[in-house]
């Protein structure tokens, strides 16, 4: 067990971290000696997100690893509807096995893939709306510090631009984002930490609003280190009125005062539904914390669809094994099943199997770099998703 209120590597490897009546079901199956080869699917019935940006896929291919089973997915950073064209459940992952060999693993499974694709899902909405202005994923502090690794790597994977966890960021290979917090400005007062961060930084963002009126201490700033990159404004909600305007108003005093060239970035608070009109106000990049740490979690829900060889599951399911096909042109999507595995679409391009094999027989025999996910999900954002 771990010091902390969480479950360690080891918990969750060894199947600890699992709900009781798997435990249960595993006991009686043992008991019986029955134990059959199954095929499980993981699929959505009903979720908060038109478009899935499918995340977390790397927490299962390591949790599976050494286990006697198959595995088969869909790709990382690939953003695809929760059903097809047709409305039948698309499965995310097939697993093949022999039941007791990975059923007590459906709880941490289910839990990887749920809060990385909320996480991702919600990013990718934000990278669409804001197009080419970043991002920054801020909000690990909002959440276990367990998990900072997995909500930044989602948030980058959904489209950030950056993630301001240290150790994130050393695990996706990537410089750290960050600005200056508050307490520099109240140790050290304005002037000297602004000085501070002006002379040390190749980024350079100020946080202006520690003590002072935003549009007052943004001339001052710009007046006193014109070559800054960013004034940052991270204004409390006690102090926000309407928050646009505050923007509006400073970006036409730094305009009329020659400093066009530094630009505004925000923090705090800040939602989906607030960017329309804070880039409307002249934001060029956005600090977001809480509303990409807490995203909800997409409803990932696992089943048996075959047994021995039988087509068979449970009221609300759909049974067999399946494949899912993707045109290469219009991106249309069809669920079949795994009899087919190309087949012609109507507007003229191939419909083409998108479900990848990752474990075979509990060896990894794929595994995906971070900056392959990336693009895929960075051009899918672009090409697919439709707010
Ligand atoms: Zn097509």
Redesign the pocket.
């Known amino acids: 067990m771990s010091k902390f209120a969480m479950a360690n590597e080891n918990d969750i490897i060894n199947g600890s971290s699992t709900d009781v009546y798997f435990d249960k079901t595993e006991e009686y199956l043992k008991k019986l000696n029955v134990n059959p080869k199954v095929t499980m699917e993981v699929t959505i019935s009903s979720s908060a997100y038109n478009y899935i940006n499918f995340t977390g896929l790397n927490d299962v291919v390591s949790l599976l690893e050494n286990h006697n089973i198959n595995l088969y997915a869909i790709p990382e950073g690939t953003l695809i509807r929760p059903r097809d064209d047709n409305g039948i459940p698309v499965p995310f992952i097939r697993i093949e096995g022999n039941y007791l060999d990975f059923a007590e693993f459906e709880t941490p499974l289910l839990g990887f893939i749920c809060q990385a694709s909320g996480i991702s899902s919600y990013s990718s909405m934000i990278k669409k709306i804001l197009n080419n202005i970043p991002f920054m994923s801020f909000g690990i502090r909002r959440m276990h510090p367990a998990i900072s690794i997995m909500i930044d790597r989602s948030a980058y994977i959904g489209g950030a631009s950056g993630v301001s966890g240290v150790l994130s960021a050393k695990v996706l290979g990537i410089e750290a984002s960050g600005t200056m917090p508050h307490a520099l400005s109240l140790i050290l007062g304005d002037d000297e930490a602004w000085k501070i961060q002006h002379d040390n930084s190749n980024f350079r963002v100020f946080l202006i609003d520690t003590y002072m009126d935003e549009k007052f201490a943004a001339i001052k700033a710009a007046d006193e280190f014109p070559d800054i990159d960013y004034i940052r404004l991270d204004t409390p909600s006690s102090r926000r009125g309407n928050f646009p305007n505050i923007i509006r108003e400073i970006r036409w005093e730094l305009g009329i005062r020659n400093h066009k060239n530094i630009k505004i970035m925000v923090s705090g608070g800040i939602k989906i539904e607030d960017l329309n009109e804070l880039v409307n106000a002249g934001v060029e990049a956005f600090g977001i914390g809480t509303s990409i740490a807490s995203a909800k979690p997409v409803d990932f829900a696992m089943d048996i669809v075959n047994i021995e060889d039988v087509n068979k599951t449970k009221r609300g399911k759909f049974s067999g094994i399946k494949n899912v096909l993707r045109?290469d042109?219009?991106y249309?999507v069809k669920t079949v099943l795994n009899n087919i595995s190309e087949e012609k679409?109507?507007?003229?391009?191939t419909?083409k199997n998108i479900m990848e094999k990752y474990i075979e027989n509990g060896k990894i025999i794929k595994n995906e770099d971070i900056n392959i996910i990336r693009k895929r999900s960075l051009n899918e954002i672009n090409n697919i998703l439709n707010l």
């Open positions: 045109c042109k219009c249309k679409c109507d507007c003229g391009g419909m």
